[in-house]
């Protein structure tokens, strides 16, 4: 049981670097530092887009608008957090001793 905790915990970890990774990419097509029209970047954003974006919606919908602020990642990633450190690592905790 204590396998399948750590590999919840390495999924969230992973999640959370897909995060930033599309976070950073968004960045990066919007102040024209990567060309949004090549093929190659937007399959990988269209595929980031469609990892994060099931988890990001409703954030978005509940927080207020920031106008062209999206801090819906950051809100996300706390929650990430959250759910690493506390729920999966007391849990991890309580089956170990």
């Known amino acids: 049981m204590i396998r399948l905790i750590d590999f919840l915990i390495y999924l969230v970890q992973l999640y959370m670097?897909?995060?930033?990774?599309?976070?950073?990419l968004s960045w990066l097509m919007a102040f024209g530092v990567v060309n949004p029209y090549n093929r190659v970047v937007r399959s990988i954003a269209q595929a980031l887009q469609a990892v994060t974006e099931p988890l990001?919606?409703?954030?978005?919908?509940?927080?207020?608008?920031?106008?062209?602020?999206?801090?819906?990642?950051?809100?996300l990633l706390l929650a990430?957090?959250?759910?690493?450190?506390?729920?999966?690592?007391?849990?991890?905790?309580?089956?170990?001793?």
């Open 17 to 24: 670097y897909i995060v930033i990774a599309s976070v950073i």
């Open 56 to 75: 990001l919606a409703p954030i978005r919908r509940i927080m207020p608008d920031l106008g062209a602020i999206d801090i819906s990642p950051i809100v």
């Open 80 to 97: 990430c957090i959250f759910v690493q450190g506390v729920v999966l690592g007391n849990l991890r905790e309580m089956l170990s001793g």
